[in-house]
């Protein structure tokens, strides 16, 4: 069963470009996280996603980003119009399908995606 | 709102010793806590967690205990090899989707 698949491992851009980070989940889970980690800190939240719903984006800032998870295909995470404040580590995490109310699963992370704005 | 503190930030310990790290929450309704090890340039992963309904777990050389009442919980770590050294990251989850982090421990073992 492969992990969550997060690319690219890697991203640069240039200031005012648009970054779009994917992540796919472990197989059979339909639950989404992002998280981001700047260099020497804490995994800091910024958005929650079940299948084409956006359950929790409160971490996330309201202007310039934005996040999917469609029915088909990997989970987005886009930043638009890039300052050089967004460079970090943007991890994706995936839990199994929720049963009868129980989140208690442990979130499964990718490798991360690692953006740098120059 | 909800806060997980974890101390300390940054442990060094003689291989062979014990490395102990603390982590403490606000939210009495969390009842999930696991804990993640992350090495440099890597992805955080599970090591170890424990439910409300429990109060220690082992796993090797690893153990976690947790104290509802005073609301904490602690990471130990027996023998420490090299290898153990990374970042260490406790959590708390309330039975939601959230899963409130701490600061991280950054672990040394020195040979």
């Not at chain 1, 640069?12 to 260099?39: D, F, N, T």
């Not at chain 2, 696991?34 to 309904?53: A, F, H, T, V």
Request: glycine share 8%.
């Amino acid at each position: 069963n492969a992990g969550v698949m997060q690319n690219p491992r890697h991203l640069v851009r240039r200031r005012g470009q648009e970054a779009r980070l994917r992540c796919s989940p472990m197989k059979g889970h339909s639950h989404v996280y992002w998280y981001r980690q700047l260099p020497e800190e804490g995994l800091k939240f910024m958005v929650y996603l079940q299948k084409e719903n956006i359950i929790d984006e409160s971490g996330m800032p309201k202007e310039r980003f934005s996040a999917e998870f469609p029915k088909e295909g990997p989970s987005i995470l886009r930043i638009q119009q890039v300052v050089r404040g967004d460079s970090a580590a943007y991890f994706c995490a995936s839990s199994p399908r929720s049963v009868g109310g129980d989140y208690n699963s442990p979130l499964h992370f990718g490798n991360g995606t690692r953006l740098t704005v120059t | 709102g909800e806060n997980v503190e974890q101390h300390p930030s940054t442990l060094s310990v003689q291989e062979g010793d014990s490395a102990v790290i603390k982590c403490t929450y606000s939210d009495s309704a969390s009842n999930y806590f696991p804990w993640y090890k992350q090495e440099l340039g890597k992805r955080p992963q599970l090591i170890i967690d424990i439910r409300s309904n429990v109060g220690e777990k082992k796993d090797q050389r690893i153990a976690v205990t947790l104290n509802k009442t005073a609301k904490h919980f602690s990471l130990h770590i027996t023998e420490t090899q090299p290898e153990d050294s990374a970042v260490y990251f406790c959590a708390a989850s309330p039975g939601t989707y959230k899963y409130i982090f701490g600061t991280g421990t950054r672990l040394k073992v020195l040979a």
